[in-house]
């Protein structure tokens, strides 16, 4: 079993040590519950892992996977960058306090005022397309920024066609056959060409495709270099560090995968005659996905034409099993070591049959009331989360050595109406 948990001598799930239980009944469900120091040791995981075969190394943490404030603070004090996709997470970082020189923005289909956004915020920008260089080179400040480039190295992975950021079908970055031609157009444009960045996909568990868009992207550094004579400061290979969701996947072995990368890295650079550029890696999932419950109580136990456990949460709460076909781990939180005795299908509360937790899933025996654990609830769960059915997003908690903090607030029916105006004329 790779799944982490832990369990209180009661026998209950314990989350940052305090009583699952506990945190269900005194916040409420759905809540989502952070194990701090989880959160903290998945960072230090990787920083050592990479740090130790190669000193110039630096983490960007995605911080679509979670945008908590509180997460974010955490990862930061870490001493971790920010891998930004727009501007509201540029923004975010920067209230997270985040320098802005450790936030790397890597926008795809930005209009120019964002841009200009990102610009005037000094975060560095990773640009995805030649008109975005173009449109960047036109707006005053942008002479002689430091600039980098997404590449698509024609390599792709990830747990789901739609999680798949490289190859011919992808929107993302340049065509690696044109490198050499964008980096020559934005030197004549004024800037500084000094990163080059890849991220071929999301929830890679098998470490190959990763090694063959580093050997790519390497290449591709190398030829750089030599034919416009860039010098790159730092060479990204993005995030997409897979963590098992099921009790039989395996792990990615982090200190295996960090050495097989930096020892490619090593070799490249040697041979290419790159000067020791910064290594960056940007995890989202890896760092946060674990971390983090979602506590749903059961209300409805069902003997339909299948046997269906209705709890109160939706996938407006977690929308990866409905999105992706995600499986997730369900533990009962008094009972999470119990053995499993029958296929349940276990069902949100929002208006559509695609709204399972699982489609049966072996558990133990469930009754109504019982509080479930959804495992893996810490990457693209609640950054995902929407209002439908009307339905009020849920609190958040933090918690560390027993100590709980509410790093959100559950939602309530005014915040449904937040920003919605009715013209005069219908009113009543
Ligand atoms: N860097 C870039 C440029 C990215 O687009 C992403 C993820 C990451 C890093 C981090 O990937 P991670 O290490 O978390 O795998 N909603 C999907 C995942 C979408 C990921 C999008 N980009 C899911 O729930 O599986």
Do not use: W
Not at 225 to 254: A, C, K, R
Not at 291 to 308: C, D, E, G, I, P
């Amino acid at each position: 079993m790779n799944l982490h948990y832990q369990t209180n001598d009661k026998g209950h799930l314990a989350i940052g040590g305090a009583d699952a239980l506990d945190l269900a009944q005194e916040y409420g469900t759905p809540l989502y519950a952070v194990d701090e120091l989880r959160v903290r040791d998945n960072y230090r995981r990787v920083y050592q892992a990479f740090s130790q075969e190669y000193k110039k190394f630096q983490i960007f943490y995605a911080a679509k996977a979670n945008t908590n404030l509180a997460v974010m603070r955490i990862l930061e004090e870490e001493g971790s960058g920010i891998d930004a996709v727009s501007t509201g997470e540029i923004y975010t970082a920067l209230l997270a306090g985040f320098e802005p020189e450790r936030i790397l923005y890597t926008g795809n289909n930005v209009t120019t005022h964002e841009l200009e956004f990102a610009l005037n915020s000094g975060v560095r920008i990773n640009v995805d397309s030649i008109s975005q260089l173009q449109r960047l080179a036109e707006l005053p400040g942008s002479d002689g920024l430091k600039i980098s480039f997404r590449v698509n190295p024609m390599v792709g992975a990830g747990h789901h066609d739609h999680c798949i950021t490289g190859g011919e079908l992808s929107k993302f970055g340049i065509m690696e056959q044109e490198a050499v031609e964008v980096y020559n157009m934005a030197l004549d444009l004024g800037f500084r060409p000094v990163g080059i960045h890849t991220h071929i996909g999301s929830g890679i568990l098998d470490p190959e495709p990763f090694k063959l868009a580093v050997e790519v992207l390497m290449d591709v550094a190398g030829r750089v270099h030599s034919e416009t004579g860039v010098n790159f400061e730092f060479i990204d290979f993005g995030g997409g560090l897979g963590i098992p969701y099921t009790p039989d996947e395996p792990l990615l072995e982090i200190e295996t995968f960090a050495r097989e990368i930096i020892g490619l890295f090593k070799d490249k650079i040697y041979d290419y005659g790159l000067n020791n550029p910064t290594l960056c890696i940007e995890p989202g999932r890896y760092l946060v996905g674990d971390a983090s419950y979602l506590l749903t109580r059961v209300n409805t136990v069902k003997n339909s034409y299948r046997k269906f456990v209705g709890v109160d949460a939706g996938f407006n709460t977690l929308l990866r099993p409905t999105m992706y076909g995600s499986y997730h781990h369900i533990l009962v939180v008094d009972k999470p070591d119990a053995v499993p005795k029958e296929n349940l299908d276990v069902a949100g509360n929002i208006c559509e049959s695609g709204d399972l937790f699982a489609r049966d899933r072996l558990l133990p025996e469930v009754k109504e009331g019982d509080v479930l654990a959804i495992m893996n609830a810490g990457a693209y769960a609640f950054s995902m989360a929407s209002q439908y059915n009307s339905r009020p997003r849920p609190a958040e908690v933090l918690v560390k050595n027993k100590e709980v903090d509410v790093i959100r607030e559950r939602e309530t029916f005014a915040d449904l109406l937040y920003k919605q105006n009715l013209p005069v004329r219908l009113l009543k």
